[in-house]
């Protein structure tokens, strides 16, 4: 089976339960500053797993595009991509897991017919410090199917993958973990906020038996076990509690699911192939550096390392550049001039020409075109990384020139933008000894620094995605509609930033506000919050959302599907704006709003913080 089959046939599959298809949103997230890239297909689904009503319903479905920064250094093995779509199947509290469950076994089974004696599977152990039970629903519901099967499924306590290693799988089919098999945004119940949803989880693992165990991964193998032989297909997450001030949980009123399935190893373990560069999706990419290095693909470990690299990253930068991704040396582009660089520097292995990367560009888009609506930005994509090689070969001139005087690495990379890979070749070349472990502690201590500037860096989004903070990202819709009420539709928002405590708005304008202008303002606020207006969500097409006079945020990216929120009754909206929630129902939720300090930040911008009472 191929990309296009098993997407279709998954949509298919859950359009006939009842879900609504939604479009992928953007890489880049709309209202998130947690995150650079939307690295999972819950992500831009988080305000309705929260409580939100979602404009298409309970039951919702869809292919997200995902990229994972983390994995880049991963790249190179049989089965890790920083880029890749997430499969994913929602219910906003309508069914649970005597529903998802089947369901998902019914779509691996006889959907894509994987061999069910390959599927193992993981449920929560349980958590008595913080009073969470053992998720024995979840693995009775998982034995029944595989009895149907004529498969017995025994269960075997994990507990932490350290345990899992040292005892072994034991026969079973059903493994109890803990940190493992609990979903949260923040992590393992301990590190989660008040406030905040969570639950157990469940995943599935299809096992390549080709694959021989490495030791070097741990005495014995297990599903989460990264010597390549299980290999994670999917994760339904059963959010059904939340985190009260004082530790301890609740159930939510509303039982969540969340699944995610990764395209790539779905069709990989479909086909039965470990190499998930020998997928559909990823393999015209290899066929085509085959064709332009001259060299063939699987004949040589580096070889084929170089040839994995080249083709995630490649991809990658395709999708980043045409969801609005230009390379710089922060953030977004940092990521994406990382991507192009590295991939060079493995292309140059290769002995390929920098003209490649167009060609290589082409058969991307070329591969999705039935998919994504990219190739309409061909040219721009092929332009960017023309131009963004053209300046690397700039920066290696420089870079090599220092490198004969012998600078230390990490400089050559912070300074000159040089790859710690290319410096090491060059070193092994010249018999020169690098003090690697140095350059990791200095450059994990700049990553550290990197994150924090960024953390308490002025960003437009919400701190979290706590119910107070919520409220306040609703009255912030409702002081931008009040301000440009009272001084002018001239009047934009410059940016924003949403705590649990306060709202911050910047807005343009050129005067200090009068003290009859901010009460004014106050009084707009309020009068709409009593009006008991109701907050809700469309996703149009970016074009309409333009011509519904939606308010977009400066500087921002969208892709062609957006959301868009509205407050006030249909067709009378008294605030339009785009905006990835999440929010409020309905404005008599909000409180008492107070402007509680005006200021100026810049010529021509202003700033006013407010809270709610």
């Given at each position: 089976m191929?990309?296009q089959e098993?997407?279709k046939?998954?949509?298919?599959?859950?359009?006939?339960?009842?879900?609504k298809?939604?479009?992928?949103?953007s890489?880049?997230p709309e209202?998130?500053?947690?995150?650079?890239?939307?690295?999972?297909?819950?992500?831009p689904m988080?305000?309705?797993l929260?409580?939100?009503?979602?404009?298409?319903g309970?039951?919702?479905?869809?292919?997200q595009?995902?990229?994972?920064?983390?994995?880049i250094?991963?790249?190179?093995?049989?089965r890790?991509?920083?880029?890749?779509?997430?499969l994913?199947?929602w219910?906003?509290g309508?069914?649970?897991?005597?529903?998802?469950i089947?369901w998902i076994?019914?779509?691996?089974?006889?959907?894509i017919?994987?061999?069910?004696?390959?599927?193992?599977?993981?449920a929560?152990?349980?958590d008595?410090?913080?009073?969470?039970p053992?998720?024995?629903?979840?693995?009775?519901?998982?034995?029944?199917?595989f009895a149907?099967k004529?498969?017995t499924?025994?269960?075997?306590?994990?507990?932490?993958?350290?345990?899992?290693?040292?005892?072994?799988?034991?026969g079973?089919?059903?493994?109890?973990?803990?940190?493992?098999?609990?979903?949260?945004?923040?992590?393992?119940p301990?590190?989660?906020?008040s406030g905040?949803?969570?639950?157990?989880?469940?995943e599935?693992?299809?096992e390549?038996?080709?694959?021989?165990h490495?030791?070097?991964?741990?005495?014995?193998c297990h599903?989460?076990?990264?010597?390549?032989?299980?290999?994670?297909?999917?994760?339904?997450v059963?959010?059904?509690?939340q985190?009260k001030?004082d530790g301890s949980?609740a159930?939510?009123?509303?039982q969540?699911?969340?699944?995610?399935g990764?395209?790539?190893?779905?069709?990989?373990?479909s086909?039965?192939e470990p190499?998930?560069?020998?997928?559909d999706?990823?393999?015209?990419?290899?066929?085509?550096?085959?064709?332009l290095?001259e060299?063939?693909?699987?004949?040589?470990?580096?070889i084929t390392?170089?040839?994995?690299?080249i083709?995630d990253?490649?991809?990658?930068a395709?999708f980043m550049?045409?969801?609005?991704?230009t390379?710089?040396?922060?953030e977004r582009?940092?990521?994406?001039?990382r991507?192009v660089?590295r991939?060079v520097?493995?292309?140059?292995?290769l002995?390929?020409n920098?003209?490649a990367?167009?060609?290589l560009?082409?058969?991307v888009?070329?591969?999705?075109?039935?998919?994504?609506?990219i190739?309409?930005?061909?040219?721009d994509?092929?332009?960017?990384?023309?131009?963004?090689i053209?300046?690397?070969k700039?920066?290696?001139?420089?870079?090599?020139?220092?490198?004969?005087?012998?600078?230390d690495p990490?400089?050559?990379l912070t300074?000159?933008?040089?790859?710690?890979e290319?410096?090491?070749e060059?070193?092994?070349?010249k018999?020169?000894?690098?003090?690697?472990?140095n350059?990791?502690?200095?450059?994990?201590?700049?990553?550290e620094?990197s994150?924090v500037?960024?953390?308490?860096?002025?960003?437009?989004?919400?701190?979290d995605?706590?119910?107070?903070?919520?409220?306040?990202?609703t009255?912030?819709?409702?002081l931008?509609?009040a301000?440009?009420?009272?001084?002018?539709?001239n009047v934009?928002?410059?940016?924003?930033?949403i705590?649990?405590?306060?709202?911050r708005?910047?807005f343009?304008?050129?005067?200090k506000?009068?003290?009859?202008?901010?009460?004014?303002?106050?009084?707009i606020?309020?009068?709409k919050?009593k009006?008991?207006?109701?907050?809700?969500?469309?996703?149009?097409?970016?074009?309409e959302?333009?011509?519904l006079g939606?308010?977009?945020?400066?500087?921002a990216?969208?892709?062609?599907?957006?959301?868009?929120?509205?407050?006030?009754e249909?067709?009378?909206?008294?605030?339009?704006?785009?905006c990835?929630?999440?929010h409020?129902g309905?404005?008599?939720?909000?409180?008492e709003f107070k402007?509680?300090?005006?200021?100026a930040?810049a010529?021509?911008?202003?700033?006013?913080?407010g809270?709610?009472?």
């Amino acid at each position: 089976m191929q990309s296009q089959e098993i997407r279709k046939k998954f949509l298919d599959f859950f359009e006939k339960k009842g879900h609504k298809i939604v479009p992928s949103s953007s890489l880049v997230p709309e209202n998130d500053p947690s995150v650079l890239f939307t690295t999972a297909g819950m992500q831009p689904m988080v305000a309705y797993l929260l409580g939100q009503e979602h404009p298409k319903g309970k039951r919702i479905a869809n292919s997200q595009k995902c990229f994972r920064a983390n994995d880049i250094e991963e790249v190179g093995d049989n089965r890790h991509t920083t880029f890749f779509e997430m499969l994913g199947n929602w219910s906003l509290g309508d069914y649970f897991k005597r529903e998802q469950i089947p369901w998902i076994f019914e779509f691996l089974t006889k959907e894509i017919k994987l061999d069910p004696k390959k599927i193992y599977v993981t449920a929560f152990i349980g958590d008595p410090a913080h009073n969470l039970p053992k998720d024995f629903e979840s693995a009775e519901i998982w034995k029944n199917l595989f009895a149907e099967k004529g498969i017995t499924a025994k269960e075997v306590e994990f507990g932490t993958e350290k345990r899992a290693s040292e005892i072994g799988m034991g026969g079973g089919r059903i493994f109890y973990y803990q940190d493992k098999n609990w979903w949260s945004m923040s992590g393992n119940p301990d590190s989660m906020q008040s406030g905040e949803p969570g639950g157990p989880d469940s995943e599935m693992f299809y096992e390549f038996s080709d694959i021989q165990h490495d030791v070097s991964f741990g005495k014995y193998c297990h599903p989460n076990c990264d010597c390549g032989r299980y290999v994670e297909i999917g994760n339904s997450v059963f959010m059904e509690y939340q985190k009260k001030s004082d530790g301890s949980f609740a159930k939510l009123p509303k039982q969540n699911v969340d699944f995610g399935g990764g395209l790539e190893r779905l069709i990989a373990a479909s086909n039965n192939e470990p190499d998930v560069f020998k997928i559909d999706t990823l393999f015209p990419i290899i066929k085509e550096i085959e064709r332009l290095s001259e060299k063939k693909y699987g004949e040589d470990f580096e070889i084929t390392k170089s040839f994995r690299i080249i083709s995630d990253h490649i991809r990658a930068a395709v999708f980043m550049i045409a969801d609005g991704v230009t390379p710089s040396n922060t953030e977004r582009g940092y990521i994406l001039r990382r991507l192009v660089r590295r991939a060079v520097v493995h292309a140059h292995k290769l002995n390929m020409n920098d003209g490649a990367f167009a060609e290589l560009a082409v058969v991307v888009v070329q591969t999705y075109k039935n998919v994504y609506s990219i190739d309409n930005k061909i040219i721009d994509i092929k332009n960017i990384l023309i131009t963004e090689i053209e300046k690397f070969k700039n920066t290696l001139d420089k870079g090599l020139k220092e490198f004969e005087k012998g600078i230390d690495p990490f400089v050559l990379l912070t300074t000159y933008g040089f790859p710690i890979e290319l410096t090491l070749e060059l070193a092994k070349e010249k018999d020169i000894v690098v003090d690697v472990k140095n350059f990791e502690e200095k450059f994990k201590k700049h990553q550290e620094i990197s994150r924090v500037g960024s953390e308490h860096k002025f960003k437009g989004g919400l701190a979290d995605h706590n119910p107070k903070t919520i409220k306040l990202h609703t009255a912030h819709h409702l002081l931008l509609a009040a301000l440009q009420e009272v001084l002018g539709k001239n009047v934009k928002q410059r940016g924003s930033n949403i705590t649990q405590e306060r709202l911050r708005l910047d807005f343009s304008f050129d005067r200090k506000l009068t003290d009859e202008e901010k009460k004014r303002v106050e009084e707009i606020v309020n009068d709409k919050i009593k009006e008991s207006l109701p907050v809700v969500c469309k996703e149009l097409p970016k074009a309409e959302a333009e011509k519904l006079g939606a308010e977009m945020e400066f500087g921002a990216k969208y892709g062609d599907v957006v959301s868009v929120y509205l407050i006030g009754e249909e067709n009378k909206w008294i605030s339009r704006e785009f905006c990835g929630g999440p929010h409020v129902g309905n404005t008599n939720e909000l409180g008492e709003f107070k402007i509680t300090k005006e200021e100026a930040v810049a010529a021509g911008i202003r700033r006013i913080k407010g809270v709610l009472e």
